[in-house]
């Protein structure tokens, strides 16, 4: 029965649909409903006492998606109640003469790291600024991040205020926001400081959650499914079911659900929520302040904080908690309380609602960065746990359930630290036993005179039993009570189809089984196979072959009135496994079945009609598999005639299969009958109706049951199985009998149970020859056994010899080489037969020994279990006789068959077993290669390093990402990839453990050595190849020497750094650390390692990511430093020639204060952004360590080493939030920076920038005192270092001198040695650098003329470095104005600007304006129609923010349809026209004050406009059309006559700033709709967990991508695609014949034509990565799912970067129709639930991108657009747009 316990009261309120109220601590405050602004204002306004002021604080994600409609509602709600403002007869009306409320709001960063005192004092001096008093309200829009600060706040300010809170986060709804309880974090931990302070209101709508990410929703579930598991089965059943429904329910947005299942969903949402609060409210309401009952809600909470305290913040909290949960209920299982099947009934639903249920999962890993998983140990967990005030001796806290819905105390249990430590380990001790009365004695047999007792085990039941369980029982009439049913995938998905088939109802008991504990049984309740439906969705089976093949007979019963079709499907893996035979007959037989992908296997489309299953004579090929047949028989009955089934084909395979399905279609009431002789295969299925029996136990499976049967075999005890006899029907059985009795056993075997006595211990004899044919997945029992087998042959050789087992080489893993692997360790030997295997036994004192010796060598003896669930039980069988001893590595992979396993063998055998973490190897503290070992290597070997090539070493700490990385650089520079440790092996054809086992640590150091030694002198591998190496590499002297040597001929050594000691306190951990060798910690190796690491490489790279940029992003950043640095990509390019350019200097001390999104804001207009060096000395951890002088600021080498390594975080930190350049700069206080003047320091830093990749590096002229102001030695020492080395080359240097007192550098002067001073900077700049700076102080306003003719004079002369001319101070501002280069520039929202003086972009572009020297551009979009085109929003908004005086409108015109003669006109005035020059009818309005500045083209115009262009590039030319109109200026230098031509640009730096030159040279037509593709590709790209190899060059690209459509944009999408060197692209159309023509006509690559999507035969073997549809708009409504099978979607291994043997269903799917508003295309709506984890990009996403990209064709290619500001104006002007 489903259990619950009291939950806090809930009521409806009145008067408003869908808003029901939960009480707690006695009020009603808790209140939930769909989209409730109104109602909450109104609440607010009329029912809580009166305030002058609501303060709103939320984070900047909930401002973007719902803070507009919180103050749009509350003025509403302002002027109903109180009248327009002004109005002040109706603002007094009734409501006496009080104040109008006012709303302030705040938005600060989200995540974590806002809750902290910093911004709780931000926010309280903010309010306190505002005015605000004793009666304001404040309310917390957000997540639990926003709601405990806030609720702090409020908590604290004026000794506590008003609180509201407005949960948006799933986990803020049912947790955080209930309760009161309020924090903030420090460093010394999370929620240190806070208080408990209720809200008076918290409002939860649950129209807001369907913008939240689904991560973060799993995230919430996590706590909402851990209460109903401690409260209440019966909300636990609710979500067991729920998960489509509450998917669904999320899906529809915040739209009011339409249709009834639309309003199920949402009511099952609010459901789902409001059940969960009621518990929470409960419990808070009981227990406010956590002293007793509140405990419980720490179910999971234990053992997940052991793990999130390593893997935070990578890894959500509730990710967590979901595998503390299932960890804390294995404990409970452990210790007796809960039953298996509740513990696989938690987990799975865990699992549904995509949480990760053990750490050893993929996800984890995929999260985790790998040096951080490595940190995952039982050590370190138990560690963790320690620290908790709750502990008692060795004991740990842990809520126990007793089932799920209930705990065993109403408080957490203390539980033994041994017991812990049993379920949290990955790996697993087994101890052998002394003696069989030692064991006997534990057992508690024997006693009492009980000699007979045994110990009785009921394995899970059988797989196949319970799948034939399941079908009968669901199509009988009646309930059934089906016993030991399986828990498994298997069984799970044939359960939910039955029940989606409306074919029975289905609900579980507890009660006591056989072996006295309690046992979770499954009631059916059958429908007679009567009331069966079309499910409403596709029925997905996972890899659940059983369930497949019985469903696809069973779909063709359920009959229809109307036509409908019930799709089968599965994963990739079962999308291949075959079940052709079985629709042949069935279709022969009359059923109407279609393959969607591929022929032969699922998915399958069946169609449901009135005529079900039609019956009478049946043909079946029965020669692949039993279960056809057992499929047919079982649904037999219900066909619409009698069925008489053939089985024809050349034999009938696993006959016994086909009588257990008979028999049990017998105890169920329905007999076949069989026909004919023995030798043919007919059977007679009468038409009928099964009858349920009361209760149906299923059979343990057979299998399983040799393990404990087997244990009792070698340990000399007794063990009964009692459901398993003589009378079943499983192979497996006849183990006891055949192999058990024949070994020297007694066994006894009744019809239903089996007991086993094994012989004294060591009395196992050995079987000369046994064929397993009949029972193969036993023979790795016997072969356990074999290994002790001796009895009877002492003093000859006791051989068993198993045959018949061939099969076993090909299943989870090649088992027999696996066994006679694992055997070996132990000094067993076996040979290995192609059929079978022969087994050498050995004494148990040999194995003792021999066990003994390898353990005092190493530790522990490790089994390996290949994943393999039946490797691990049978050895741990054969362990329970090894003393010493034996750690199986794999601990969880038993869970396939047994989950429990382990607790099995230690509760109910008693054999004992402790977790532990697998021993480390020694592998990085390997010791100082020999002399005599190094000398083997041939010093010859050096000499052939002699001279540079491309290629790139990587060198690091093991598990940084070197081969990942490494892997993606290779494919981006089109390089070969050699992995050091992989070549080792393949060279040594052992794997490196083998190596070092063989010729040890010396030996394997040396062969390291050598193969390096052969790559890098190896002409075919040394040139263009990225070479990853081993972490302790560099330990070897020879190695070392290999690498500097390599280093010193000017080659590239790429340090990726990850900081151990970092990394470790980030997560706040203690010193104890995984032992290595020597006793050193993984801190102390990389100790010693990081100076050779430093001083073998020429770059580093930090890897260590921020949580929120993923590993993609990494990738990225990876790639763009190595593309800098071997090929200067990403510098300003034509610096000189273009218009304007702009450097934005961050002032910050720690660039992580910004977001990407504010980094982009502040970096919009410009060309590159200043890092200041010396500012992020300001960081608290540096600037403590300053003396009042600040004399002592870096005094240590160890404080330098830290500043150096923050610099190095920094650098990375702002890599992966902006692409522009950086500009990195270490300012001396003696030119108006931080940095103390000390030479030698500023060269080391600037040095370290040139190695952390920094593109341009600011190096200072001028010394550091007034005796030598023209010190240059700095600037030449620097230069000289990155010139001379091949590896720095592409390093800009920008040489700068500052003057901030104005008066050793004078613009006008013309004598003296302050210009001997000046001369000599402009000559050192010219030698030495790239670009100059030279900065003065403005004292009056003309010096800022001086400035720009001193300038003008200089740029004149091309032979002189462009140079940076400006003046700092207030009077100096106009300076910056006239300077057209690089001009550093600051951002409203930077606090400090970096100079007196400094300006933002957008005021430099107003006052250019204002004086005349920018005129206004204008822009159109030639289209029609073209009302509702979003572009001028965007661009408009674009200028806006920038400053721009420039405008762009829409200009309706058809050119196709005008005549000749408008044409003309349209050509020369209007796209000629205001530029004068070449068009007829030109005018020149440069003196109108504007200009022509270029113009978007659409449809229907994209061709036509092509006549009237002087000149397309390639893109342009390629695609066909253009959508983009650039004019080309000619730009004239002012002091000669020189005409120079550049990319829209009036004028270039050399030239004066202030002139402009208006003649137009040409028009030229580009395409920027594939750039737009490219674009949103590569972003989407950056999103997935595993992402395609796009750019990859040459041979190592097998990507695939198809275009679907036709039309114009297809040519687009199909250039865009060639452009990312997409290998194979593919191309569709409805209508063939089109798509023939248009891949014939293109000419830059290669196109398939696709003639049918639908079958899989037709479609290439590489499945897709990239999917674009160019269907247009107005079509869309004709597409529907059906014309995309998701064989489209599931892609291969190999198109994935970095990862050979993950596949990844993972894609991209590109729609480009859009419609005004953000509704998804039929496709994209498609993929997105049937195919989740591909990302989506719709066609307003790729307007913008293409807008952007225009953006840069119009304005320079080089400056940051402002994406945000054309994103947020083109999303409001579509919701603006759909409104009216
Ligand atoms: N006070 C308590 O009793 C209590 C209990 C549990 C957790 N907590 C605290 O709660 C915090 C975690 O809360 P959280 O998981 O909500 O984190 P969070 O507040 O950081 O929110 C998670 C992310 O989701 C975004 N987000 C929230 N709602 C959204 C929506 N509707 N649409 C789109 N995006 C949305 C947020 O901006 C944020 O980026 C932790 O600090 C934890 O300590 C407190």
Redesign the pocket.
Known sequence: MAKSKQLARMTKEEGHEGVVKVSVLGKDSIILGRNMHSYIWDDLLNNLAYSTTFVLIT?S??QR??MKKYVETFNQAIEAKYGKTGDQGASTAGSGSVERPRLLTLVIK???SS?NRSTKAELEDWMLKEGCTRDTVVMAL???????LVGFVAATFMRGVRFIQLP??L??MV??SV?G???IDTDHG??LIGSFWQPERVYMDMA??T???ER?FA?GMAEVIKSAAIWSMEEFEVLERSRENIRRALKGGDKEGKSESEKEDQELLLRVVSSSVRMKAHVVTVDERESGLRGLLNFGHTLGHALEAIVTPYML?GECVSIGCVLEAELSHRLGYMNANSVGRLAKCFKQYELPISYEEAYVSKMVPPQVLKRVTLENMMNTMKVDKKNVGNKKRVVLLSEIGDTVEEQASRVEDDVVREVLAKSVEVFGIESTEQLQKRQGVGKGGDEDSAVVIIPPGSKSISNRALILAALGKGKCKIHNMLHSDDTQVMLDALVAMGACKVSWEQEEAEDQQTEEVLVIEGGGGEGLVVPDRELYLGNAGTAARFLTTFVNLIVTEQEKTTVLTGNSRMKERPIGALVDALRSNGCEIEYQEKKGSLPLKVRNSTKGLPGGKVELSASISSQYVSSLLMCAPYAQQEIELELVGDQVISQSYIDMTIAMMSAFGVNVEKLGDKNTHRYRIPKSSYTNPAEYRVESDASSATYPLALAAITGTKCTIPNIGSGSLQGDAKFAVDVLRPMGCDVVQTKNSTTVQGPALGGLKPLPMIDMEPMTDAFLTATALAAVATAGKEGTESITKIRGIANQHVKECDRIVALSTELAKLGIKTEVDPDGIDVKGISLDELNDKAREKQRNETSVVIHCYDDHRVAMSLSVLASVVRPGLVFDERRCVGKTWPQWWTALTTKYKICIRGCDIPTSSSSSAPELTAAAATEVKTSDKKEIEKKTDSILIIGMRGVGKSTLGLEMANVLGYNFIDMDTYLEEQHKKTIPEIIADDGWDGFRTAEAKCLATVLSNKDTNKNTVISCGGGLLENKLSSELVMAWKNVGNFVLHLYADINQVSEYLGRDKTRPAYKLGESPQEVFARRLADYKRHSTHTLYVHSEPEFGWGQMVDDAVRMIQFVTAGTNVIQNLSSLQRSFFVSLTCADVCEYTKEQIGDITAGCNAVELRVDLLLNDSRFSANKDSAGKDLLGSEQQVEDFELYVLQQVAALRRRTSLPIVYTVRSKSQGGNFPNNQQLIERLLIRGVEFGCEYIDVEMGGYDSETPADCSLLISVSTTTRKSAYYKHSQILASYHDPTGLNLRWTITTGSALDHLKSYLWHINKYADIGKLVSFAWDWDDNLRAVIFANKLRTSAANKPLIVINMSYVGQFSRILCPLLTPVTHPSIKTPAAPGQLSVAQIHHTLHTMGALPSKRFYLFGDPISKSPSPAMHNAAFEYLGLPHNYSLYPVNLGELDAQKLKEFAGKVLRGCNGGTGSGGENKVNCGYVFGGASVTIPNKQSIIPLLDELTDAAKAIGAVNTIIPIIRTRLPSTSDSKCSYNVPHSAHAAPLYIDRNLLKMVGDNTDYLGMISCIKNANSLLSTPLSLNTVGTNNSLSALVIGAGGTSRAAIYALHKLNVANIYLYNRTLENAEKLASSIDFTHVTVLSSLSDPQLLPAHPFGIIISTIPAPSQSTVDSSDYPSHLFSRSASQTAGSNNQSSNEGIVLDMAYTAGSTLTPLLTHVQTSHPSWKLITGLQVLIAQGVEQFKLWNGPECAPPVRQMTEAVYAFNSLSLQK
């Open positions: 984070d994600n909930l998606l719902h989200p995540g974590e809750k957000g997540g639990g991040v926003i709601g405990d948006t986060s986990l803020a947790d955080s309760g309880k309020t924090a999370k929620n807001v959650l913008t939240l990410p973060e995230n909290h």
